[in-house]
């Protein structure tokens, strides 16, 4: 369950203008109109329209910020005035064409806002997240353009478009409605300072929880403390400290959820609470990174932002526009998981508090000691311990023997590294991708490795979205955080790093595929509860007996994964679910939680972890030894573009789920398999409706018991 912030998200909304420039801002676009050496104010000339990384300095982005905005308030100010009566053409199209530098800037600086930060950025972050939200309802909230849109909307089955087209005028008016088009122009004011705020406000708690994290990474002074880890963990520990400058000392690095990965191995079980408290409080500790005093304000924010738009909270607002539809439709998936959920996570407990009572020790089982025991359980009951797998997982094997060896087979596609296109950091590499007939279809890009200016998790964006409109083929990147082993040694995955590098290329996937005329549809401009399904589902060729065998190769023997490790694997897949579905669960509620209120319900700065322990209590998700894997002041899942929107990982897991079942029963990885999935799902990208392609794809509905099935929470306990 990975997150892709898909940047589409973020400016496809932007779309026109009203008010002249400030003042101050004309003489900044002056400045930048003479300044011709920005290398942001053309298309970039090289392949793809590759963005020119190693020509981007930190002072070009200001002034294309600038410079883009105001070209685009030209644009929608000539399209809103046209003299002509409003068309498709000169309307909805040139809306598609329009702000052209300002998509090209933003994909680039919110691209490396994410994976490649620094101070220089993050202050520009700060000034520019504001304007781009004003930019943003100076458009949606003009009127003449709204009644452009309306009247086009009004008549658009006698239009003659074809049913992309005829979609696209759709998806306008129901953005511009749901920005608030229609609001009397007292409530267009306030919403407009809504906005704003919450721009800033995003973009300060993103700022301080990098600042955080790095903060809090874990420091240990001997190499005594750090037993249980292996060696290999151990040199990557030092590796850290000496880039921190604390040669000589240790440091383990925090991760972006509640658990942390040395947790499964640390012995010392003092220093396992540590590092997991460290994790845990990140934002609500006081001092200048706490994160509290801002969710408590966004929370107010959004609830009364909803209530100016018609719906009773923001989950309302937010739910409407997805394919789950209601809250009600969202609150029965998660309450019909919660209680099978909880029930094995106890049964799980159960098994750990055996071993340590058996091993004499006098405590019940905490949150800091459930990996480590869930390993000893794991090799208990599997006789299988996951760090055996390591060695089979050298990540460019995996890489290019496992995902894009999958992705041969099935889609034909072939795959030549660009060591030409220089990336923003000396590890990114940079992939052109063929079609079984040679012919160009996609740059992509990996950016592996974990570094301080890179937010946690793992997440895809795209640099150019595909367009026929445009003329435009796909550069798409992934984003992991594998922690970079010191030089000279391979880098060795873990089963959920090698499991996340199949499931983000499946984003990727999604991105490169798209064959849509309109900018607006590309890729994963889907709902988001749909976007994670095609990932997911991505998911399942990282065991398939044929790919597994292909890949998983001892890195310095070259042999093969042997078959009783392979079985083991299998025989572990529903191992530990409990834990993996409540901890996910906790997080999903409590972003419900902060999202079904309205106003007067928000709690305040001082009352955010009492609201968040009453909100898992009431969900019956309240079991101690397993927190939720995000907690409020580090969920930036809610902060950004996934508020009321965490459930999307499990509700796209029941069409994954499905869908698996339709590979499985129609013969697995096939060329045959994979063009039907291309062609009906993966090529489409948001020019139908969501639900409409998965049923194209597996001609029947989605189906819950698979999910459960999978989970092993169809077992009563
Ligand atoms: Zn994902």
Redesign the pocket.
């Known amino acids: 369950m ?3 912030y898909t940047l589409a998200a973020a400016i496809a909304v932007t779309i026109g203008l009203a008010q002249p420039l400030p003042a101050a801002a004309d003489t900044e676009v002056e400045t930048a109109v003479k300044n011709t050496a920005n290398p942001l104010f053309q298309p970039s000339p090289l392949a793809y329209q590759f963005p020119p990384f190693d020509k981007i300095r930190d002072a070009d982005y200001l002034p294309a910020f600038e410079k883009g905005m105001a070209e685009h308030r030209a644009e929608i100010e000539a399209i809103a005035n046209n003299p002509e009566a409003p068309s498709f053409d000169n309307t909805i199209v040139a809306l598609e064409r329009s702000g052209a530098l300002l998509g090209r800037v933003s994909r680039v600086f919110f691209g490396l806002t994410g994976a490649n930060t620094n101070d220089a950025m993050q202050k520009i972050q700060a000034e520019v997240a504001p304007k781009l939200a004003a930019h943003n309802d100076q458009i949606v909230l003009d009127g003449k353009l709204f009644a452009r849109i309306e009247a086009i909307h009004a008549k658009r089955d006698s239009l003659g478009l074809d049913a992309e087209s005829k979609r696209l005028v759709e998806r306008y008016y129901t953005d511009i409605v749901r920005a608030g088009a229609k609001l009397a122009d007292a409530d267009k004011t306030r919403l407009k300072a809504i906005n704003a705020e919450m721009a800033t406000l995003g973009t300060q708690f993103s700022n301080n929880l990098l600042k955080e994290t790095n903060a809090a990474a874990l420091v240990v002074d001997s190499k005594d403390a750090l037993k249980g880890l292996s060696d290999g963990a151990i040199r990557t520990a030092a590796e850290a400290a000496k880039t921190r400058n604390l040669d000589g000392k240790y440091v383990i690095p925090l991760l972006n959820t509640s658990g942390q990965p040395a947790l499964a191995s640390l012995e010392d079980r003092a220093l396992r609470q540590k590092l997991l408290d460290a994790s845990l409080t990140r934002g609500s500790k006081g001092g200048e990174f706490d994160n509290r005093a801002i969710v408590a304000k966004v929370v107010k924010l959004r609830a009364e932002r909803a209530k100016l738009l018609g719906y009773a909270t923001h989950a309302d607002y937010v739910l409407a526009d997805e394919t789950a539809g209601s809250v009600a439709a969202v609150n029965r998936l998660l309450a019909q998981l919660a209680p099978p959920a909880v029930a094995n996570a106890r049964a799980e407990a159960a098994d750990i508090q055996k071993i340590i009572d058996r091993e004499g020790g006098k405590f019940q089982v905490a949150a800091a000691d459930w990996s480590y025991y869930t390993e000893k359980v794991r090799k208990d009951k599997y006789d299988f311990d996951t760090a055996e797998l390591r060695p089979y997982f050298e990540a460019d094997n995996v890489l290019k023997n496992g995902v894009f060896f999958a992705a041969t087979k099935l889609y034909g596609i072939t795959f030549k590294e660009r060591k030409d296109l220089p990336g923003y950091a000396p590890e990114v590499r940079v992939f052109e991708v063929f079609n079984e007939d040679g012919s160009p279809l996609a740059l992509f890009l990996l950016d592996l490795y974990a570094r301080a200016g890179k937010r946690g998790g793992a997440w895809a964006n795209a640099y150019v979205p595909q367009s026929h409109l445009l003329g435009t083929k796909p550069v798409i990147s992934n984003n992991l955080n594998v922690p970079k082993p010191p030089a000279g040694e391979p880098t060795l995955l873990t089963w959920d790093e090698a499991n996340t590098l199949f ?1 983000e290329f499946g ?1 990727a996937l999604h991105g490169m595929f798209s064959n849509v005329k309109y900018p607006r549809f590309a890729g994963t401009s889907v709902p988001r509860d749909f976007v ?1 399904y095609p ?1 997911q589902v991505n998911e399942m060729w990282m065991t398939w007996p044929e790919v597994l065998a292909n890949y998983a190769k001892h890195y310095q023997t070259g042999a093969p994964l042997p078959q009783a490790l392979v079985d083991k694997v299998k025989a572990t897949e529903k191992f530990n679910q409990g834990f993996a579905t409540t901890e996910y669960l906790g997080a999903a509620l409590l972003d419900q939680a902060y999202h079904q209120i309205d106003a007067s319900q928000a709690p305040d700065a001082d009352s955010i972890l009492a609201f968040e322990a009453n909100a898992l209590k009431k969900a019956g998700v309240d079991f101690a030894p397993v927190p939720p894997r995000y907690r409020t002041t580090y969920f930036s899942h809610i902060m950004g573009g996934y508020s009321a929107g965490y459930y999307a990982y499990i509700w796209s897991e029941v069409l994954d789920a499905t869908s698996v079942e339709w590979f499985k029963a129609n013969g697995g990885l096939t060329r045959k398999n994979g063009d039907h999935f291309r062609n009906t799902l993966l090529s489409r990208g948001g020019s139908a409706d969501a639900l409409s392609l998965f049923r194209d794809f597996s001609g029947g509905e989605p189906n819950v018991e698979t999910l459960l099935e999978r989970r092993g929470l169809n077992v009563k306990h």
């Open positions: 990975r997150p892709a499931h984003h994670e990932s």
